[in-house]
C-alpha cells in the first residue's frame, strides 16, 4: 500500500468536502429555503390586505364554514365547521365576492365583525386578520402536522 498517495486522495477529498460545505453557507443568504415551514411565492405583488382563517363550502349566500383554520383568530373566536355567515361588517346574507371585498379593504392585525349563525343561535364575533404568512405557515400546519 502506497501511503503517499493514500495521504493525498485522503487530503483531497478533506478539501472538496469542505469547500463544498463553505460554498453552501456562503450562498445560503436570503434564498428561499424549506426549514421545515412552507416557501411562499407570489405573482405579482405581494398580498398587504389580512386573512381570516376559514375556508367556505361555496361561493354563494349563505357562506358556510368549512374549514376554520386551526391557530387562527378565527378558531379562537369560536367559529366552527358548519358555522353560516349571517353578516360580515355591515353587510347582511354575504356571498363570497362581497365578504373578500370586505377582507380585502382591511389589513393583518385589524379586527373583523361576524355574525354567524350555529344551530338556532346567532353569535356576534370578532376575528383579529392574518398576514398572508401566517395564514400559510398555519395551514401548512395543519395540512402536514409535526410529529410528536
Known amino acids: 500500500m ?24 456562503l450562498n445560503m443568504g436570503d434564498s428561499p429555503r424549506n426549514l421545515g415551514g412552507p416557501v ?12 381570516v382563517g376559514v375556508e367556505f363550502t361555496g361561493t354563494v349566500a349563505p357562506l358556510t364554514v368549512q374549514r376554520v ?8 373566536a369560536g367559529v366552527a365547521r358548519g358555522d353560516i355567515v349571517l353578516r360580515v361588517e355591515d353587510i347582511d346574507n354575504p356571498d363570497f ?3 373578500r371585498a370586505v377582507v ?9 365583525r361576524l355574525t354567524i349563525g350555529r344551530d338556532e343561535e346567532r353569535l356576534n364575533v370578532r376575528v383579529q386578520l392574518l398576514t398572508v404568512e401566517d395564514s400559510i405557515l398555519l395551514r401548512e400546519r395543519m395540512d402536514h402536522p409535526l410529529p410528536e
Open 2 to 25: 502506497n501511503w503517499n498517495r493514500f495521504f493525498t486522495v485522503a487530503v483531497a477529498a478533506v478539501a472538496a468536502m469542505l469547500s463544498i460545505a463553505v460554498f453552501v453557507l
Open 97 to 99: 365576492e362581497s365578504f
Open 69 to 76: 383554520i386551526k391557530g387562527s383568530d378565527a378558531e379562537f
Open 40 to 51: 411562499a411565492i407570489f405573482k405579482g405583488k405581494r398580498p398587504t390586505h389580512g386573512f
Open 104 to 112: 380585502k379593504g382591511m389589513k393583518p392585525g385589524e379586527t373583523l
